[in-house]
């Protein structure tokens, strides 16, 4: 089944201790995106990648990091979590075509609480 | 590249017809989606412009002159409650920008 795997699902950690989340898409996608969700704030973009080797900076990069090693996988990491990371995250992934194919798969979501 | 939402939230009743405002800002030939979020559900894609088909009862019509892609159904049902958010992708090689969301709540 084609789709886009977060772990973990659920992660509450204490202040500082660096965490990662996982994302990996089996669709052979090019483009992948982490954004973060929060009451009153909608969806936000965090980093995005256009390809392997290829990161780029959203709206709200700031306390995290990423990497894109593989076509597939694009994790997140939070090196040392402040309790305003406590939040929704969501990883998505898509082609990266001139046109019509360019539809995001999102994943389930990963639910941080920074303690 | 830019998307604005400007309802956070919108309340109707149901059979009531519904429509939720995108617009953008994108000097090229932009690609416009409309995702949706049901409760305790991921977000999946609702439509783009380019199918130009209906979903759900649910239609957008891209309009260039005026920079928007609004979201209408013409009687909301109460399975319709959800988080929308419109979404943009400008040329090849472009992030996807997102709007800030509408809440749609479709009261009985």
């Known amino acids: 089944e084609a789709q886009v795997t977060q772990n973990p699902r659920y992660l509450i950690t204490v202040t500082g201790k660096k965490l990662t989340v996982t994302c990996s898409q089996n669709?052979?996608?090019?483009?992948m995106s982490w954004y973060r969700q929060d009451p009153g704030l909608g969806l936000r973009q965090i980093y995005y990648?256009?390809?392997?080797?290829?990161?780029d900076k959203g709206d709200v990069p700031e306390g995290y990091k990423v990497s894109r090693k593989e076509k597939r996988n694009f994790p997140l990491i939070l090196e040392s979590p402040s309790p305003n990371q406590t939040s929704l995250y969501f990883c998505?992934?898509?082609?990266?075509?001139?046109?019509?194919?360019?539809?995001?798969?999102f994943g389930a979501g990963s639910r941080l609480t920074v303690l | 590249q830019r998307v604005t939402q400007p309802e956070k939230l919108l309340s109707v009743f149901k059979g009531a017809p519904v429509e939720l405002k995108c617009n953008y800002s994108?000097?090229?030939?932009?690609?416009l989606f409309w995702y949706v979020q049901y409760s305790r559900q991921r977000l999946q894609l609702l439509l783009r412009?380019?199918s130009r088909e209906s979903i759900k009862g649910f239609t957008a019509d891209l309009n260039k002159g005026e920079t928007s892609f609004h979201l209408k159904k013409p009687f909301a049902q109460e399975e319709d409650s959800a988080m929308y958010y419109c979404?943009?992708?400008?040329?090849?090689?472009?992030?996807?920008?997102f709007g800030p969301g509408t809440r749609l709540s479709v009261l009985p």
């Open positions: 998505a992934s898509s082609q990266n075509r001139y046109s019509g194919a360019n539809v995001l798969t």
């Open positions: 669709m052979n996608h090019e483009y």
């Open positions: 990648s256009m390809n392997v080797e290829v990161t």
């Open positions: 994108y000097s090229g030939s932009p690609e």
């Open positions: 412009h380019i």
């Open positions: 979404a943009l992708r400008g040329d090849y090689g472009q992030n996807f920008v």
